[in-house]
């Protein structure tokens, strides 16, 4: 077929606590709002999807750890309710999503004939991820673009960082490789936070924003250092960084989702689309869109 192409790639964090604040009327718990600069972030990224022609979103969620191989959610629709472990009293979300197999199978096929391990994942009582759900549900409020699914193999923690980026980096082609066959296109999320500190306890009012800021001053100086090497389109850098970034702050990024996009993306150069910045529960947020196909991305 060919013609296919990836026309944006985004960073869309996932804390249920954006879902939380905004009240959508799938969520069983109400809040009195909360988080509003990320939440306005948000906001302005839908907005400037407005302008991109996709056919469907590609999504890698940390929150989907399979320890063998990389599996894709291989399931025409998937409809329950998702309740975080964590944060029952936040998110309780009637979700009702489609599933693009046909392209789910066309990275798995591309992903296995270059090498690596892979599985169509064909339960259909598999409870998806809330990774997937909220940065899926911020992107997208309608749920009217079907999906792919990819999960996060834990290659972090069976072997290091290192065999992680490896990984993910072949991922990252194998998916560029099959979207292009596909004739498709394609909006790209990686889920995930910054630095990945959080607080140990919460506040009487989850929302009370008088008690919100990040974890720490190195936090910080951590998530500007990679916003700014993304800002300047230095992708190369901040993978090569990622070692220390996801040691010293325990980023989110461990679970391999931006090393996927930035090598989906074809190690971008030109600088992204900031939409907004904000921490939760101390954890360092960024929204940023790579306007791969205005910027004349491979
Ligand atoms: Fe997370």
Redesign the pocket.
């Known amino acids: 077929m060919g013609g296919g192409k990836i026309v944006a790639g985004i960073i869309a964090p ?2 249920p606590h954006l879902i939380y604040a905004e009240n959508p009327p799938q969520n069983e718990p109400k809040s009195e709002g909360g988080w509003e600069q990320l939440r306005w972030g948000y906001e302005r990224m839908r907005e400037s999807l407005e302008e991109v022609d996709y056919d469907v979103i590609v999504i890698l969620s ?2 989907w750890q399979t320890y063998v191989g990389t599996h894709f959610l291989g399931v025409e629709n998937f409809k329950s309710l998702s309740v975080d472990p964590v944060f029952p009293n936040l998110f309780r979300f009637n979700y009702d999503m489609q599933v693009d197999i046909e392209l789910a199978k066309t990275i798995h096929d591309q992903a296995e004939a270059d090498g690596m391990a892979v599985k169509m994942m064909e339960n259909p009582d598999f409870r998806v991820d809330y ?1 997937t759900i909220v940065s899926c549900h911020l992107t997208r409020p309608d749920w009217d673009k079907p999906i792919v699914s990819i999960s996060s193999n834990r290659s972090r923690h069976y072997y290091s960082v290192e065999v992680m980026q490896e990984m993910m980096m072949q991922l990252g082609e194998s998916t560029r490789k099959a979207i292009e066959a596909s004739g498709k296109r394609v909006l790209l999320i990686a889920s ?2 910054l630095s990945h500190r959080h607080f140990t306890s919460e506040s009487a009012i989850p929302e009370d924003m008088s008690k919100e800021h990040i974890t720490s001053h190195a936090m910080h100086l951590w998530d500007m250092r990679i916003l700014d090497l993304m800002r300047e389109g230095k992708t190369q850098q901040v993978v090569d960084e990622m070692p220390e970034f996801i040691e010293q702050a325990i980023s ?1 990024s461990d679970g391999g989702s931006l090393t996927w996009m930035f090598s989906a993306l074809g190690m971008p150069t030109y600088s992204p689309l900031m939409h907004g910045y904000g921490t939760i529960i101390g954890t360092g947020n960024v929204i940023m869109e790579w306007q791969h196909e205005k910027k004349g991305g491979v």
């Open positions: 996932h804390p940390p929150h990774g995930n936070s989110e």
